[in-house]
Every structure is written in structure tokens, then in C-alpha cells.
């Protein structure tokens, strides 16, 4: 499906370079999903945010020096 979108041209053209993908095309798309993926990533750290954790007691090594 075609799309027209007016982008920065400059930032697409750095875009291409950087990630040297073979066409713009091919940057947008890999932008549009690294933007998805980071912003799953957000809401999954603020899901985080939202247990609560509580350590598990620590083994202490023994006076016997057992490896």
C-alpha cells in the first residue's frame, strides 16, 4: 500500500547511511519497527515497575571451607 508522509529528508538520508540499508524504504521500515519494539519495551518496564520483588535469603558458605 503506498503511503505519502512528509519526513525530514536530511534525518532519512543520515538514517540510510548510518544503518546502511540499500533504500529509504527499507529505513523506514526498520525505524517503524525498532519505534514499536522500544516502546513494548517501555510498557514492559513500567509493568516491572508495578511488582513488587523480595529477595531470596542467601546460602552462606560454610566454616568448613568446601569448595
Do not use: C
Request: glycine content about 6%; cysteine-free; overall charge negative.
Amino acid at each position: 500500500m503506498a503511503t505519502n508522509l512528509d519526513v525530514d529528508l536530511a534525518a532519512l538520508d543520515e538514517l540510510v547511511r548510518l544503518g546502511s540499508f540499500r533504500s529509504k524504504r527499507e529505513a523506514v521500515d526498520a525505524a517503524v519497527r525498532e519505534a514499536i519494539a522500544y516502546r513494548r519495551q517501555l510498557k514492559s518496564l513500567d509493568a516491572l515497575g508495578a511488582i513488587e520483588f523480595q529477595a531470596a535469603p542467601r546460602e552462606r558458605p560454610s566454616a568448613g571451607g568446601e569448595a
